[in-house]
């Protein structure tokens, strides 16, 4: 895919504030995608830079970005992201605001944590978790650090990110990114025919069908039953992926025999490093390689291409 043959026919999603799961994950996750030679995807909003992601995985490691307001803060980051190496861009286009998350307001989620006296509880009750916090530090933005205001508070930087990161999408963004970018160039996050063939005109590589694993919106159909309607009319113009439910190698048969090419996990990686820690990236990629494997095994399949041969076609 995208000139790479990769080791397995799924990657790690692009997931924010991982070092707030666990000291260091995104670092962890990298590291072990490299090894199984599987794509890692860098969220512009994690925990860590495109610089030291792209020095651990040798320049392997896909780049996803948020909407910037302004101009120098994308031509930057593209900037950074080509200089580091990074061959594939993927443009996020289903945040047009941030999701309405009743849990996450509850619990105070923040960057950096709010210490209430419930937090407090909660990082006593996880002695390795507070440990590793304390030894590696407070997580940041880290590839945004350059374009913030030193010593933000809270409020402070929730304004920031408002300001500087508008995620309503549209062609006239989409071109320009087009042509500053000489890449492969990724759009994750669609869901209709029409977003995939406005993704084809414009000359893009490849489509990420996803629903953002329900985190915007958990009200429409699964990311799946989209796929089954978009695959047939695009698998020969891009390349479609699809993210969003995918929780081990029964559901990346069932994506890749539903007709994409590629699929991606967010969730289930957050898991294994959040259960594991180090060991985690390696534990969940060799876990869903296996059950991948048995079932290729099962159903007498050479490639992962002849499952489609054993979905029901409705
Ligand atoms: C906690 C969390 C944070 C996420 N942050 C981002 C992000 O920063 N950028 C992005 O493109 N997608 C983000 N996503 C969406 C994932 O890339 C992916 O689409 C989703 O997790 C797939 O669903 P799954 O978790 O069921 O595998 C996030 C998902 C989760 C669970």
Request: one cysteine or more; aromatic letters at 8%; a positive charge.
């Amino acid at each position: 895919m995208f000139g790479h043959q990769y080791d397995a026919p799924f990657g790690i999603a692009p997931v924010g504030l991982q070092g707030l799961m666990w000291p260091k994950a995104p670092e962890i996750l990298a590291k072990a995608a490299f090894e199984h030679n599987i794509p890692f995807v860098l969220s512009t909003v994690t925990t860590s830079s495109i610089e030291t992601i792209s020095e651990i995985t040798e320049g392997k490691a896909w780049f996803q970005l948020y909407h910037p307001t302004e101009d120098r803060v994308t031509e930057d980051l593209l900037k950074r992201a080509e200089a580091a190496g990074c061959t594939v861009l993927v443009i996020l286009s289903d945040v047009p605001s941030f999701g309405f998350r009743p849990r996450d307001i509850r619990n105070g989620l923040s960057m950096p944590p709010r210490m209430t006296l419930k937090n407090i509880i909660s990082v006593a009750k996880r002695p390795e978790w507070a440990l590793r916090t304390l030894i590696n530090g407070q997580p940041a933005f880290e590839t945004l650090k350059p374009y913030m205001p030193k010593g933000l508070d809270m409020s402070q930087l929730a304004k920031f990110m408002d300001a500087t990161f508008s995620g309503r999408l549209n062609e006239e963004k989409l071109k320009k990114i087009r042509d500053l970018w000489k890449g492969k160039l990724v759009l994750k996050g669609v869901e209709s025919v029409q977003d995939v063939e406005t993704a084809h005109r414009l000359g893009l590589d490849g489509v990420i069908v996803s629903n953002h694993g329900g985190r915007q919106i958990d009200v429409g159909q699964a990311s799946v039953a989209s796929l089954q309607t978009i695959a047939p009319l695009f698998n020969d113009k891009l390349t479609v992926m699809m993210d969003s439910g995918i929780r081990g190698g029964a559901d990346v048969a069932r994506a890749l025999g539903s007709g994409a090419e590629f699929t991606f996990m967010g969730r289930s990686f957050m898991y294994g490093v959040s259960a594991l820690g180090k060991q985690g990236g390696n534990h969940t990629i060799s876990l869903i390689k296996a059950e991948v494997t048995q079932i290729m095994e099962q159903l007498c399949c050479k490639t992962t291409s002849n499952f489609s041969d054993f979905i029901v076609k409705k």
